[in-house]
């Protein structure tokens, strides 16, 4: 990893510590993510959005949310590995719209699961926040993959529950694509209220690493720039849950 990457990573830590939240432009990321070695299929990983299947859960916006979910289990080193296929679950204090039900959501492909991308992005990301956490020695890593898609006479909803904890550790948002796409600003807060920072995911690799526990997020409703054409916004989302301290 360059050393500037490196230098900008010490920095969001640091930023992470004392406000709970920040935002890392997609060039340091990439770097990141790439250590030594190029993302050789991050076409074929990003392409695999266009297969997610739609959020049944959301009734009025099933249409406009399309996802999948994975739950990986990794310790301090090594691989994330993944784990049998189960529910999504919040608590109704975190999910007012969706909480205290079992949520069941299609797979992530096989493909996409075992990929070395998304290898590098779970195991960069425990690596992060483990520093920020240095006595945890196990974490649930939860993935989400959701494709927002506005329609001609509505706005896509990246956050239809609102401004919100999602009930973890910390939180990796990584962009992966946006075509077609205006607004989709990323909002924090703190627990009374009073809104901390915001920023826009607006190129590939754009991150944002939050402290859960500390800081609310929500995102604001995207448009489509030329509503007679097809357009997306696609993220990843990556929640860590401590499993054991030390």
Not at 1 to 17: E, K, Y
Not at 50 to 61: C, N, Q
């Amino acid at each position: 990893m360059a050393a500037t990457a490196t230098d900008a990573l010490g920095a969001a830590a640091a930023q992470v510590r004392a406000a709970g939240f920040a935002f890392v432009a997609g060039p340091t990321v990439r770097d990141w993510l790439q250590g030594a070695q190029p993302l050789a299929h991050w076409q074929r990983f990003a392409a695999s959005w266009a297969s997610l299947g739609p959020d049944s859960y959301l009734a009025a916006h099933g249409r406009q949310r399309r996802r999948r979910h994975a739950v990986f289990a990794a310790g301090r080193q090594g691989p994330a590995e993944l784990q049998p296929h189960q529910p999504h679950f919040q608590g109704l204090e975190y999910n007012p719209l969706q909480g205290d039900i079992e949520r069941w959501f299609e797979p992530v492909l096989p493909e996409v699961a075992g990929s070395a991308e998304l290898g590098r992005i779970l195991e960069a990301g425990r690596d992060f926040f483990g520093s920020l956490a240095p006595g945890t020695k196990s974490w649930r890593i939860e993935v989400h993959q959701f494709r927002i898609e506005p329609g001609a006479d509505a706005p896509g909803e990246p956050t239809p529950e609102g401004v919100h904890r999602d009930g973890v550790d910390f939180v990796l948002v990584l962009m992966v694509d946006r075509h077609n796409i205006a607004k989709g600003t990323t909002k924090i807060h703190a627990g009374d209220g009073c809104e901390l920072g915001s920023f826009t995911l607006a190129a590939p690799f754009d991150a944002a690493l939050v402290d859960d526990r500390r800081v609310l997020h929500g995102v604001t409703p995207v448009l489509a720039l030329d509503r007679s054409q097809p357009s997306h916004r696609d993220v990843l989302v990556v929640t860590y849950r401590v499993g054991a301290a030390g």
